[in-house]
């Protein structure tokens, strides 16, 4: 029966401490990027005051002038797109050829593989970071983007590969029955056939991996020490002096940097739940 019409009070109650919980969850969520916003849009001098005078202080927008005029800032802008761009259209490509082979051949010891992109996709950089420190300066990759590219297919492409897998299960075998038999060859098919279907996934993997390589740290600070990429060119950001510490340009920039991103994940929403939910459900 409907609780709204055999206890109307307990319903109300259970709607009001729904709303209370959603709002309390929304205010700790977006609080700490509001203060971020509005630390980003006041003085330095401003940071000082108290919070309530903190809120109703002069809006400037000077910080933001001042990481735009930031060779450094702007320098990392460039790496940082190329790093992500380059690492996310390699782990696509190879992951979906990977995916194409997990997800539709059968052959001895797929489970194993499966296991092992599972155990790497989970492994903690610091592990790592050593030997593939030596490994980029052998291949005299320090300092370079490839450098960065080549150390960031570890953790997209194991991600990429489990996504894509289990979407490329739940895709109809008749598809690719019906394009060998208008005579398309297997790479004809993955390209012409598969790849549209596989397309909400794709541009959830890529978005996933694209945001993950542009956020990394801790590569980024190990194998550059010039071209380095925004979230080390924000680390380091000083003042006049070593004393000083500009929070208001240092929130500016991860203003710049965070706002892309969520317009990327709101514009490619459907596709992101869309992409995560498939192969959810076996039916």
Known sequence: MNLKNTNPTLYYLQRAGFYLLVLVIGVYLLAPFFWAVLTSLRSPGDLFLTPLEFIGARTTFSNYADVFANPNFQRGLIYSLIVAVGSVA?????????????????????????????????????????????????????????????????FTIPFTVWVLTSFVRDIPGELEEAALVDGASPLQTLFLVLFPVMMPALVTTGLLAFINAWNEYLFALTFTSTNRTVPVVIANYSGATQFDQPWGQIMAASIVVTVPLIILVLVFQRNIVSGLTAGAVKG
């Not at 797929?110 to 790497?120: D, G, H, N, R």
């Not at 903690?124 to 150390?151: K, M």
């Open 90 to 154: 390699i782990s696509l490509l190879l992951g979906a050829f990977s995916a194409y082979a997990l997800g539709r051949f059968r052959f001895s010891g797929k489970s194993i593989v499966m296991y092992v992109i599972l155990a790497v996709s989970v492994f903690p950089q610091i592990a790592v970071l050593s030997g593939l420190y030596t490994l980029i300066n052998n291949l005299g990759l320090y300092n370079n983007p490839l450098g960065l590219i080549l150390s960031y297919l570890i």
